[in-house]
């Protein structure tokens, strides 16, 4: 039976629609199964912390278990390469930090490309770090520390969580605009570097803000500045670095991604129940209580934020030739 064009321009019309339909359709009804959230770390640190945050409010909010799974390794390459290679459902999601924006160049050989593999879907909390140092070095104000470090040239042991972590790079940055020479001592994670720090084995010690406030409180460690843009709510009386150290920036930051192709009403939909979690009083004083601001915004802000991190984290590597253990 010979069909009228007519009839031919309409079936191949429909015809055309069914991926578009059939993919809002899957986005609209989207989750139908649990989804799991891929930490790639060791259980109870920051990055752990905040899955446990934000999953109960997904699941609460989108009616679906997420399942917080860990997958360290590798300097957090095993856990995003399983991301990078899980099918673009929506289902397998991945907790990042700076490791990310650091991975890309730390590593000559990785099995996936972040900016092309991940889909950012929001920035979820950052926070600056805190340059702490031991109670028996001489400076009180971090004027005074750089005056005394640029006399005493790589005396200053600099401890961080490990070499390539957010802590070093952190503080190699501050070597280059400072001017100033510090030895670098790596240790295998923040605990660690902090005990080493209170017996005076090193001498400062560029910090996550959760990791140290207690022994700041305690007068155990003297702060001597934060990291970020702007004075840290929780230590009011302690400057920037950035006062001293013009255009001085360094932060620890969590964000979501997804494997590259998700659809995006699923990443959309991600990234607006996140932000509305983020508006609560409750969620941002849960956030406080690990030495956390949280963040929001839109994925496309976010891959902004990806790519300059990349770019500077990139340049001080470079500089500093640092070389992955």
């Not at 009804?29 to 409010?57: E, F, K, M, N, S």
């Not at 099995?111 to 070095?137: C, E, K």
């Not at 843009?229 to 360094?250: C, I, K, M, Q």
């Not at 607006?272 to 409750?282: F, G, H, S, Y």
């Amino acid at each position: 039976m010979k069909l009228p064009r007519r009839r031919i321009l309409h079936l191949a019309a429909g015809a055309a629609a069914l991926p578009a339909i059939s993919c809002t359709a899957r986005a609209q009804a989207y989750p139908t199964r649990p989804v799991h959230l891929i930490v790639p770390y060791a259980p109870g640190g920051t990055t752990d912390i905040t899955a446990r945050l934000i999953g109960p409010w997904l699941s609460e909010r989108l009616g679906q278990t997420f399942v917080i799974e860990s997958r360290p390794g590798a300097a957090t390459n095993v856990g995003t390469e399983s991301v990078a290679h899980s099918f673009p459902d929506g289902y397998t999601l991945l907790l990042f930090d700076p490791s990310a924006a650091i991975n890309a160049t730390l590593f000559d050989k990785l099995n996936f490309n972040f900016v092309r593999d991940i889909a950012p879907i929001v920035l979820i909390m950052r926070t600056p770090f805190v340059i702490v140092v031991n109670p028996s070095v001489p400076a009180k104000t971090l004027p005074e520390f750089i005056a005394y470090a640029k006399v005493h040239p790589g005396r200053i042991n600099m401890a961080s969580g490990g070499t390539g972590s957010a802590s070093q790079l952190a503080g190699e940055l501050f070597k280059v605009m400072a001017g100033v020479e510090m030895t670098h001592i790596p240790y295998r994670g923040g605990g660690p570097a902090v005990t080493n720090l209170l017996g005076g084995q090193v001498d400062v010690f560029f910090a996550p803000v959760s990791t140290v406030m207690q022994y700041i409180q305690a007068d155990k460690l003297r702060a001597l500045a934060v990291t970020g843009t702007t004075r840290f709510r929780e230590l009011p009386d302690v400057p920037t670095a950035g006062d001293f150290v013009s255009g001085y920036d360094a932060n620890y930051w969590i964000g979501l991604g997804a494997p590259k192709k998700t659809p995006g009403e699923i990443v959309t939909r991600l990234n607006k129940e996140i932000n509305a979690a983020l508006a609560t009083p409750d969620m941002q004083s849960r956030f406080a209580q690990q030495g956390g601001i949280v963040a929001g915004g839109s994925p496309s802000d976010f891959e902004k934020f990806i790519s300059d991190e990349t770019q500077k984290w990139s340049k001080v590597i470079k500089t500093a030739n640092i070389k992955p253990e």
